[in-house]
């Protein structure tokens, strides 16, 4: 199933509301993305095949069904959030693990890609979540891009993971909190009543 091209990567933010589609056809209203956009550096410590690689790195297939069981959208804090959980479920984190990514983001990944203050806080919350709500369940090595997966309904495949969207709000009011006012927050899935806009392409 392909992404789209009518949408701006920017625009995409699907929320927790998506529990009667499976993971494919969320990520099938993902704006389409290739791997090779990644910059050299940040494969170096988020490609599992890099000998840099920090725990919890993990190929960008895989990367993207994380954003769909947690609802987040592609903004750097977005990112930032789904690194950190990707990490705070690894095995084998530890602190120092932590202090290096937060090093290397800030300093050595280029403009656009780079963290600033307001991202680290929200790494920490991804780190947090997982640690509290899923640990050791090493995220980075379930096929979640495959079968049965794919097919999978995103409220099966978060409750198989153990991913909790009452967990998932009560973080993303934390950040409320913490990063008032950005657009990634503003967007951010933090009551049940909320109604987000459909993700299926149009048609035609």
Known sequence: MGRRVDLNWDEWSPGLDTDDMTIAEVLASMPAAEAGDVPEIIRKYENPESPDALPGAIHLNRHDC???LLGRGLHVQDEAFIIGVTM??????TDADVDKFIQVSTIEYP???RFEEAHIASYRLGVGFAVDNLPRKDLHLIPLEHEPWQSMTVKEARKA???SKH?????YRKAEILLPGTRATRRLDTSSHRADKSLRQPEG
């Open 161 to 163: 993971l153990g991913i």
């Open 66 to 68: 994380i954003h769909v």
């Open 88 to 93: 705070g479920a690894a095995s084998d984190l």
């Open 167 to 171: 967990e998932l709000r009560a973080y």
């Open 111 to 113: 403009k656009n890609w």
